[in-house]
């Protein structure tokens, strides 16, 4: 290898130690924020936003499984239970020609 590999191995062996440290003294200083009890309630908002954005533009039939798949989850708090109720309810509305 010539000298040129070594310091472009070098500097990118460098970069990757930085943005490693950079994010472990980021994700620290964050945990000792006043918005630390925000990120216990991050993973849901995200799911939240990504099935919003997924339902943007969908036609009444895939809104009408999602408020059910809804309705189950927040009776049964079951994640297999949720998506058996959305299926069985666009597969039924789907079969009636809705």
């Known amino acids: 290898?010539?000298?040129s590999h070594w310091l472009l191995t070098g500097i990118l062996?460098?970069?990757a130690f930085a943005i490693r440290?950079?994010?472990l003294i980021a994700g620290n200083a964050i945990r000792r924020s006043r918005l630390a009890p925000l990120l216990d309630d991050l993973p849901g908002l995200i799911v939240v936003a990504l099935v919003a954005?997924?339902?943007?533009g969908?036609?009444?039939l895939t809104w009408l499984a999602a408020a059910a798949a809804l309705a189950a989850a927040w009776k049964t708090n079951n994640v297999?239970?949720?998506m058996l109720v959305g299926a069985a309810v666009f597969a039924g509305l789907s079969m009636t020609g809705f």
Not at 53 to 56: C, I, N, P, R, W
């Open 1 to 3: 290898m010539t000298e």
């Open 13 to 15: 062996a460098a970069a």
């Open 21 to 23: 440290l950079t994010g």
């Open 53 to 56: 954005a997924s339902l943007a």
């Open 58 to 60: 969908q036609p009444v």
């Open 80 to 82: 297999v239970a949720t």
